[in-house]
């Protein structure tokens, strides 16, 4: 059995969507955090600047990371989100061995839950 995946995904969290084999049944999905502090956001301890950014470049590393850990038995996946961060998780995802297809790649914006579900349903209904 294939396995579907979709997922919505920005610097702050990733929202995993996967199907069964019949697209109707309810799906599983997953949030994950990124739990990141982004560059600029007060802090009791500032470092410089570029100490910040390779910092959010390394957080951010682990959190895409996270998420393709729970992809590992996906076999085609359509990545969705607002912002640069499903660029870069695609950039990730292909340097990391994992086995899924990238179906596509879509910009939207902020969506609820059950959009994203729907929207990857849709996707992967004939």
């Known amino acids: 059995m294939k396995k579907k995946a979709g997922l919505w995904v920005d610097h702050k969290e990733c929202l995993i969507v996967l199907l069964g084999a019949d697209t109707d049944d309810a799906p599983d999905t ?12 007060a802090q009791s301890n500032p ?3 570029n100490h910040r950014d390779r910092q959010f470049l390394v957080h951010l590393e682990r959190y895409y990371d996270n998420v393709i850990s729970q992809l590992r038995d996906v076999d085609s ?7 640069e961060a499903k660029l870069e998780f ?3 995802l292909a340097h990391s061995g994992c086995r899924a297809t990238l179906v596509d790649v879509e910009t939207v914006g902020k969506m ?3 959009q994203i579900i729907s929207k990857v349903r849709k ?4």
């Not at 996707?123 to 004939?126: C, E, L, S, V």
């Open 112 to 114: 609820t839950d059950k």
């Open 47 to 49: 470092a410089p600047s």
């Open 90 to 92: 695609r950039k990730r």
């Open 30 to 41: 997953k949030r994950i955090p990124s739990n990141i502090e982004f560059p600029g956001q």
């Open 77 to 83: 996946l359509l990545i969705m989100g607002p912002g």
């Open 123 to 126: 996707h992967y209904t004939p």
